[in-house]
């Protein structure tokens, strides 16, 4: 599989619920240096950006299934995590690229009915700077 491919999946899934660390493929990339550290940079932005866009519309839709007996939040964790995106708002999206606590960020986002635009900036202002800070902090080592 090509390395922009695997990356693209890796960072793509890595934004979703899924258990992947696309940071790690990422480095292995630089560390192999036969690729554009630009294009490594922008393929793992890109597929973590449109991760994220992936859990805002899950978020956007998801509200149509609250009431199910399968539904996997109970309405009380629901209100919880609503709560604590009212308070800090849209700028909560900073975090997104936050292991564990960044993907239900997004997900709340959409369920919140945040304009897509506003939550599109802040998801690729936070996404690309971390990869970013990843690159910057392989090339001094």
């Known amino acids: 599989m090509p390395a922009y491919l695997l990356l693209f999946i890796s960072a793509f899934g890595a934004a979703t619920l899924l258990p992947l660390q ?32 992936v859990n805002w519309w899950l978020g956007f839709k998801i509200e149509h299934y ?17 709560a604590k995106y009212h308070k800090y708002g849209y700028w909560s999206l900073l975090l997104s690229w936050v292991p564990i606590i960044g993907d239900p960020i997004t997900l709340i986002a959409g369920l919140l009915k945040e304009n897509f635009a506003r939550f ?4 690729s202002i936070a996404k690309i700077g971390r990869y970013l800070f990843i690159y910057l902090a392989f090339s001094l080592f």
């Open 22 to 53: 696309s940071e790690a493929v990422l480095l292995a990339f630089l560390a192999e240096g036969s690729h554009s550290a630009l294009g490594l940079l922008f393929v793992a932005s890109l597929g973590n950006i449109l991760g994220s866009c």
């Open 66 to 82: 609250k009431d199910k007996k399968w539904f996997p939040v109970s309405e009380q964790q629901m209100f919880k995590a609503q």
């Open 120 to 123: 599109l900036m802040m998801v």
